[in-house]
């Protein structure tokens, strides 16, 4: 199933767009377009899907998504209040592209930008601090102006100081990675990105960030909190889960285009990153 592209226009003369929904359903179309964008769950229940990220979802959560990160959100019909018939209740904010860069040339903004980039993958907040900035969403429908944008940035400030929160897509899905402000890591990254279908030597990741093996193994364990193996084969299953979502291939042909060298391997490996088999996830994702 490929994503649609969907067009969320930003009034003129305006830096986002906020809007308070009230559906018999949320929107399920698996899509994606170049708005950052901010959701907050008042009402409804189930399956949330980000990139190749499956999870349940309930209300109270809030999500910020990265501009072009597929998403899409599939309610439970009999979660809500029958007699209300309110089936699905949010608070949207779509982010002009330039909204992050507006703010780049001062210090003390720099937390929008940093926050953005992360969001690359989708980012879960998990605090219990969630209930007041769902609150102070809903206020900034009512605000006109200077004091509009003030309190949205009043509400961004809260969420990159959030330790409690989770990446929801995988770095190998979206092309994109959270990286290291320190340069000699960053080549790295390219060289798995561009390599990694082919197959990435740890030697020449070493090498690349001008450490031996045995150094690099330690750093890039502490900056990630796993192998560098583990990461590597994290971008793969990435790479496959966008393969089998798309359904172009069969699950053979996405085992090696994405760089597995077995089948057997390919499957039990992403039963235990991903939780479920690749026909599991290919019938979740298309149910």
Request: hydrophobic content about 35%; overall charge positive; glycine content about 4%.
């Amino acid at each position: 199933m490929k994503a649609k592209l969907i067009n969320r226009s930003i009034v003129q003369y305006q830096s986002f767009n906020m809007e308070s929904h009230t559906y018999k359903s949320l929107l399920n179309i698996w899509h994606y377009h170049s708005k950052l964008e901010l959701v907050a769950i008042l009402e409804s229940e189930g399956t949330r899907f980000i990139g190749d990220h499956i999870e349940r979802f309930k209300p109270g959560e809030i999500v910020l998504i990265g501009k072009n990160l597929p998403h899409l959100w599939l309610h439970d019909q009999d979660c809500t209040n029958k007699i209300s018939d309110i089936k699905a209740r949010n608070h949207v904010i779509h982010f002009h592209e330039d909204f992050a860069e507006g703010f780049s040339n001062i210090p003390e903004m720099s937390f929008i930008k940093d926050l953005f980039n992360i969001a690359s993958r989708g980012i879960l907040f998990k605090s219990l601090s969630n209930k007041h900035n769902i609150q102070a969403i809903k206020i900034i429908n009512d605000l006109q102006g200077f004091e509009k944008v003030i309190s949205l940035l009043n509400v961004l400030k809260d969420l990159s100081k959030q330790e409690n929160y989770k990446l929801l897509s995988s770095a190998g899905y979206v092309n994109n990675f959270q990286k290291n402000k320190n340069s000699k890591i960053m080549p790295v990254y390219d060289y798995i990105m561009n390599n990694f279908t082919e197959g990435v030597c740890l030697d020449r990741a070493a090498e690349l960030a001008n450490m031996n093996s045995s150094s690099f193994s330690r750093y890039f364990k502490r900056v990630h909190k796993k192998t560098f193996i583990q990461y590597v084969n994290e971008v793969k299953l990435g790479y496959a889960c966008k393969l089998l979502i798309e359904r172009d291939f069969n699950i053979s042909e996405v085992c090696y285009s994405s760089g597995f060298n077995n089948i057997s391997n390919f499957n039990r490996q992403f039963k235990s990153l991903k939780g479920l088999t690749p026909t599991e996830f290919i019938k979740l994702h298309e149910s």
